[in-house]
C-alpha cells in the first residue's frame, strides 16, 4: 500500500510538470505588437497585428484555470474562456473556435472592441496577484481570424426550415444576433433597417482602425447566404408601417438602437462647424472605408482636414472622434471632459492609443457655450471644474471654479455626448408600446418580451447606449424566448 501510494505522488508530480497551464509565473504578459503612431494615424486599418500561433499558444497558457472563473461571470455572454485557452495552448483551435462561438454570435468582433480592460482581462484572478492579466480579447480574435482563414465557419444550414417568420427592426448587434439564433432554428427571417448597408454602429459608428469593415460584411454575407433576407434603406414609419411589419410575421423584434443625438443646448450651438458625433463617424466610414461619394465629407461640413478640433465628451464615441480626426488629418485636436482621467466613462487602453497619436486632453474642462465669427464656430467657451461631493451614481460631481473661463479656439466641434431613444411611438404611430421615463422600450428582462402582443425589444433601445456584446446577449436570449413561444403554440395547434 505503501509503495502504490508513493507511485500516485510521482504521477501526480509528471502530471504537473507536464502541465500547459499555470504558465503565468514564468512568462509576462504580451499584446499582439501595436502599429507606431506616427504610421497607423495615416490611415484607418485596424492599429494591432495579429498573434502568430506559437505566441497565442503561449499567452493562452498562462491561464491560471482557476475554480471560479471571473473572466467569465463577468462577461456579459458568459463565454467559456477558461476552456478555450486550454484549447488554444494545447493546438486544439478548430475546437476553441467551436467553444468560442457556442455562447458568442460575433467572437472576432467582441475581440476587438469590447472594453476586456473593464470585463473579462479586468477580472482575471491573475491580473489580481500583479502577474498581468490574460490576453483574452487578441486571443479570441485570433481563434476566430483563423477559423475564417481555415474555412471552418459556414453558413447555416438548419436540419428543418419552420415555416414560421420573425421580421427584426434594426440590423446592429443585437438584431443580427437574434436573426442568427432564429435561422439556426429554421426559422424564417427578415431584417428591416434604415441604413443601405447592415451592421449598424459596426459598419457606420465604429471606426476601421478598430473595426475593419469587411469584417462585419463578411458576416452580413453570411446570414445572407444563411437565407436571412434584408431589406435596407427601409425606414419604419415611412417606408413601411410597424402594423404592416406586425402583419407579415408571427413575431416582431425592436432592435433599433439609440441614435438621437443628446443635446446640451448651449449658446452658439447652432454656429457652423458644431456637429454631432455621429454624423461626423457615419460620414468618415462612408467615405473612407467604403469610397462612398459624401457631399458633407467632400466640401469640409464633415470633414476634420486642415481644422482645429475639439470633441466634447469622454466614452468612447469621443475617442473614436478624436482618434477619426487625426487620421482626417486635423492641425490639431483637443478632447474636453468635465471631469478627470480617472473617472472618464471610455477605455483607458483608448486613451492612451489617442495620446500616442497626438491629441490633447483637457481634463476637468466643460463647454458653457461656442463663439463664432459671421455664423461659422470659432472657439468653445470653456469653464474649469473640480471633482465634488459623489452624487447618485457614487461619483465624484464636477463643480465650476468660478473666474477660471477661458476659450479654445476650433474650426470644428464635435459633440460627443451620448445618445437617447428616438420616440418610436410617435414615430410607428403605436401609442400602445410601452416606454420608459427616458424612452426606452420597456421589455422583460432575458426575453425581450413587450406587453404587445407577440414584439420583443433588444439591445439600446431597452437599456439605453450600452456594449456590444450586451446586445449579442439580449438578442440571443430574445432568440431562445421566441422559439419558446413558437414551439409552445406549434404544440397546441398539434393537439
Same mark, same amino acid.
Given at each position: 500500500?505503501? #509503495?502504490?501510494?508513493?507511485?500516485?505522488?510521482?504521477?501526480?508530480?509528471?502530471?504537473?510538470?507536464?502541465?500547459?497551464?499555470?504558465?503565468?509565473?514564468?512568462?509576462?504578459?504580451?499584446?499582439?505588437?501595436?502599429?507606431?503612431?506616427?504610421?497607423?494615424?495615416?490611415?484607418? &486599418?485596424?492599429?494591432?497585428?495579429?498573434?502568430?500561433?506559437? /505566441?497565442?499558444?503561449?499567452?493562452?497558457?498562462?491561464?491560471?484555470?482557476?475554480?471560479?472563473?471571473?473572466?467569465?461571470?463577468?462577461?456579459?455572454?458568459?463565454?467559456?474562456?477558461?476552456? =478555450?485557452?486550454?484549447?488554444?495552448?494545447?493546438?486544439?483551435?478548430?475546437?476553441?473556435?467551436?467553444?468560442?462561438?457556442?455562447?458568442?454570435?460575433?467572437?472576432?468582433?467582441?475581440?476587438?472592441?469590447?472594453?476586456?480592460?473593464?470585463?473579462?482581462?479586468?477580472?482575471?484572478?491573475?491580473?489580481?496577484?500583479?502577474?498581468?492579466?490574460?490576453?483574452?480579447?487578441?486571443?479570441? /480574435?485570433?481563434?476566430?481570424?483563423?477559423? =475564417?482563414?481555415?474555412?471552418?465557419?459556414?453558413? #447555416?444550414?438548419?436540419?428543418?426550415?419552420?415555416?414560421? %417568420?420573425?421580421?427584426?427592426?434594426?440590423?446592429?448587434?443585437?438584431?443580427?444576433?437574434?436573426?442568427?439564433?432564429?435561422?439556426?432554428?429554421?426559422?424564417? +427571417?427578415?431584417?428591416?433597417?434604415?441604413?443601405?448597408?447592415?451592421?449598424?454602429?459596426?459598419?457606420?459608428? #465604429?471606426?476601421?482602425?478598430?473595426?475593419?469593415?469587411?469584417? +462585419?460584411?463578411?458576416?452580413?454575407? !453570411?446570414?445572407?447566404? %444563411?437565407?436571412?433576407?434584408?431589406?435596407?434603406?427601409?425606414?419604419?414609419?415611412?417606408?413601411?408601417?410597424?402594423?404592416?411589419?406586425?402583419?407579415?410575421?408571427?413575431?416582431?423584434?425592436?432592435?433599433?438602437?439609440?441614435?438621437?443625438?443628446? &443635446?446640451?443646448?448651449?449658446?452658439?450651438?447652432?454656429?457652423?462647424?458644431? +456637429?454631432?458625433?455621429?454624423?461626423? !463617424?457615419?460620414? %468618415?466610414?462612408?467615405?473612407?472605408?467604403?469610397?462612398?461619394?459624401?457631399?458633407?465629407?467632400?466640401?469640409?461640413?464633415?470633414?476634420?482636414?486642415?481644422?482645429?478640433?475639439?470633441?466634447?465628451?469622454?466614452?468612447?464615441?469621443?475617442?473614436?472622434?478624436?482618434?477619426? %480626426?487625426?487620421?482626417?488629418?486635423?492641425?490639431?485636436?483637443?478632447?474636453?471632459?468635465?471631469?478627470?482621467?480617472?473617472?472618464?466613462?471610455?477605455?483607458?487602453?483608448?486613451?492612451?492609443?489617442?495620446?500616442?497619436?497626438?491629441?490633447?486632453?483637457?481634463?476637468?474642462?466643460?463647454?458653457?457655450?461656442?463663439?463664432?465669427?459671421?455664423?461659422?464656430?470659432?472657439?468653445?467657451?470653456?469653464?474649469?471644474?473640480?471633482?465634488?461631493?459623489?452624487?447618485?451614481?457614487?461619483?465624484?460631481?464636477?463643480? +465650476?471654479? $468660478?473666474?477660471?473661463?477661458?476659450?479654445? &479656439?476650433?474650426? !470644428?466641434?464635435?459633440?460627443?455626448?451620448?445618445? $437617447?431613444?428616438?420616440?418610436?411611438?410617435?414615430? =410607428?404611430?403605436?401609442?400602445?408600446?410601452?416606454?420608459?421615463?427616458?424612452g426606452t422600450v420597456k421589455a422583460a428582462f432575458t426575453t425581450g418580451e413587450t406587453a404587445l402582443e407577440g414584439v420583443y425589444a433588444v439591445g439600446d433601445i431597452v437599456r439605453g447606449a450600452s456594449l456590444v456584446v450586451w446586445a449579442i446577449k439580449d438578442g440571443r436570449d430574445c432568440a431562445e424566448a421566441i422559439l419558446a413561444r413558437l414551439n409552445a403554440k406549434a404544440s397546441i395547434a398539434a393537439e
Open positions: 500500500m505503501e #509503495i502504490l501510494f508513493y507511485r500516485r505522488q510521482l504521477e501526480g508530480v509528471f502530471t504537473v510538470a507536464k502541465q500547459p497551464m499555470l504558465k503565468f509565473i514564468k512568462l509576462d504578459r504580451d499584446m499582439p505588437s501595436k502599429r507606431a503612431a506616427e504610421t497607423r494615424k495615416e490611415d484607418f &486599418d485596424e492599429i494591432y497585428a495579429e498573434f502568430a500561433a506559437a /505566441k497565442a499558444q503561449e499567452q493562452s497558457s498562462r491561464c491560471s484555470q482557476c475554480g471560479v472563473p471571473y473572466c467569465q461571470s463577468h462577461c456579459p455572454l458568459h463565454n467559456n474562456i477558461p476552456d =478555450w485557452l486550454r484549447l488554444t495552448a494545447t493546438g486544439r483551435l478548430e475546437e476553441a473556435y467551436a467553444t468560442s462561438q457556442a455562447t458568442n454570435t460575433f467572437p472576432e468582433i467582441c475581440g476587438r472592441i469590447c472594453p476586456q480592460d473593464r470585463l473579462c482581462e479586468g477580472n482575471c484572478v491573475i491580473e489580481q496577484s500583479g502577474h498581468g492579466t490574460v490576453t483574452i480579447g487578441a486571443i479570441e /480574435k485570433y481563434i476566430t481570424d483563423t477559423a =475564417w482563414d481555415k474555412g471552418w465557419v459556414k453558413s #447555416i444550414q438548419p436540419t428543418t426550415e419552420r415555416s414560421e %417568420s420573425v421580421g427584426i427592426i434594426g440590423a446592429g448587434p443585437g438584431g443580427l444576433a437574434a436573426a442568427d439564433m432564429l435561422r439556426k432554428a429554421g426559422v424564417q +427571417v427578415t431584417v428591416y433597417d434604415r441604413y443601405d448597408r447592415a451592421g449598424g454602429l459596426l459598419t457606420y459608428g #465604429i471606426p476601421g482602425f478598430k473595426l475593419e469593415k469587411d469584417i +462585419v460584411m463578411r458576416r452580413n454575407k !453570411l446570414l445572407e447566404d %444563411s437565407g436571412v433576407k434584408f431589406v435596407l434603406n427601409c425606414t419604419v414609419g415611412v417606408d413601411i408601417s410597424f402594423d404592416d411589419i406586425r402583419a407579415k410575421h408571427d413575431a416582431v423584434v425592436i432592435a433599433t438602437g439609440v441614435y438621437k443625438f443628446r &443635446d446640451l443646448g448651449l449658446p452658439g450651438s447652432g454656429a457652423k462647424g458644431v +456637429v454631432k458625433a455621429l454624423d461626423f !463617424l457615419t460620414v %468618415s466610414n462612408k467615405a473612407s472605408n467604403f469610397g462612398d461619394s459624401i457631399a458633407a465629407f467632400d466640401d469640409g461640413s464633415l470633414n476634420a482636414k486642415d481644422k482645429r478640433v475639439v470633441v466634447i465628451g469622454g466614452g468612447d464615441t469621443a475617442m473614436d472622434c478624436v482618434r477619426t %480626426s487625426i487620421r482626417q488629418g486635423a492641425t490639431s485636436v483637443k478632447c474636453l471632459y468635465r471631469r478627470d482621467r480617472a473617472n472618464m466613462p471610455g477605455s483607458q487602453r483608448e486613451v492612451q492609443n489617442a495620446e500616442e497619436e497626438g491629441v490633447v486632453f483637457e481634463w476637468l474642462s466643460a463647454p458653457k457655450g461656442f463663439a463664432d465669427r459671421q455664423g461659422a464656430v470659432s472657439g468653445v467657451m470653456v469653464q474649469r471644474m473640480r471633482l465634488g461631493q459623489p452624487d447618485a451614481s457614487g461619483r465624484q460631481a464636477p463643480e +465650476v471654479i $468660478e473666474g477660471a473661463d477661458y476659450v479654445e &479656439d476650433a474650426d !470644428l466641434v464635435i459633440e460627443a455626448l451620448g445618445f $437617447e431613444p428616438e420616440d418610436l411611438p410617435t414615430l =410607428w404611430s403605436q401609442p400602445d408600446l410601452p416606454v420608459t421615463r427616458w
